[in-house]
């Protein structure tokens, strides 16, 4: 089973520039999340999916960041513009729904590390 | 709101000891809890989880837990610890519904000494 993949791995952009990142959840998995996990911190959930809709997006900075899924499928996370304080590793995990709507694990995928300059 | 403290930043063990990490969990009812594990550069890997049932979880890589209620606590424990367990370990705690929202902890750095 290929597991959630990301792109780019890294990046480096200047601020007030714009900046995307993809992510490709484990085939089959309903619920796709993004975090950002700054240098010494645990992950913050950014936001929440349920196939294409919004479960959580109550720690999105709504001013610059935005992400959509728009097939249930894949996802892009855009940050427009940068600042500085953006830079951080932003993981991408997905969740199956077992029978009976039981949450599971999350299954991460290898991150992007974003350098805001 | 839930929250999840990792007191312990960073561990230096020998290879070979046993290791203990704490993590201490706020929540106002029965929580899923989990613990993962970070090497550089990598995404998280789950080691175990707890959502209820047997107080003590089993994990991958040796790794266990045990669920204390009355301590809120959810220490990550393993009897002997290899030069390949240094890492980054992360506990996290969840909400015990359909779509429950997962925090993490900030964190233990792992030193295995040869």
Known sequence: EAGVAQSPRYKIIEKRQSVAFWCNPISGHATLYWYQQILGQGPKLLIQFQNNGVVDDSQLPKDRFSAERLKGVDSTLKIQPAKLEDSAVYLCASSPRLAGGIYNEQFFGPGTRLTVL | ?114
């Open chain 2, 1 to 114: 709101a839930q929250s999840v403290t990792q007191p312990d930043i960073h561990i230096t063990v020998s290879e070979g000891a046993s290791l203990e990490l704490r993590c201490n969990y706020s929540y106002g009812a029965t929580p899923y809890l989990f613990w993962y594990v970070q090497s550089p550069g990598q995404g998280l890997q789950l080691l175990l989880k707890y959502f209820s049932g047997d107080t003590l979880v089993q994990g991958i890589k040796g790794f266990e837990a045990e669920f204390k209620r009355s301590q809120s606590s959810f220490n990550l424990r393993k009897p002997s610890v290899h030069w390949s367990d240094a890492a980054e370990y992360f506990c996290a705690v969840a909400a015990n519904t359909n779509a429950g929202k997962s925090t993490f902890g900030d964190g233990t750095t792992l030193t295995v000494k040869p």
